[in-house]
């Protein structure tokens, strides 16, 4: 089991794709983007499925664990506070 980060900046998810994850992985976003994010849709392979936003500028979301039994590419999105900016998505890949 690792942790793993993602920094949500505003050009995108760094790093997007997040790889070499696997079942039992901690994953946690950081709020990058100089705005409030106001949406965020988690991937389907981590849990709780609980979105954490809003999430505040320079804020770390809890720690969300990869499922067992999960492989594959996931997809989440998190959108700004400011429209024009709109939304930027990323991608978990889990291996076996």
Known sequence: MSNKSVSLDPAGPNPNPLPGCRPGDKITWTNNTGKIITGFTLPTCVSPQTSPAPIAVGATTRAYTVNEGMKGTYPYSYVY????????????????
Request: no cysteine; net charge negative.
């Open 81 to 96: 506070l400011d429209p024009v900016m709109g939304t930027k998505n990323g991608t978990i890949d889990v291996g076996s």
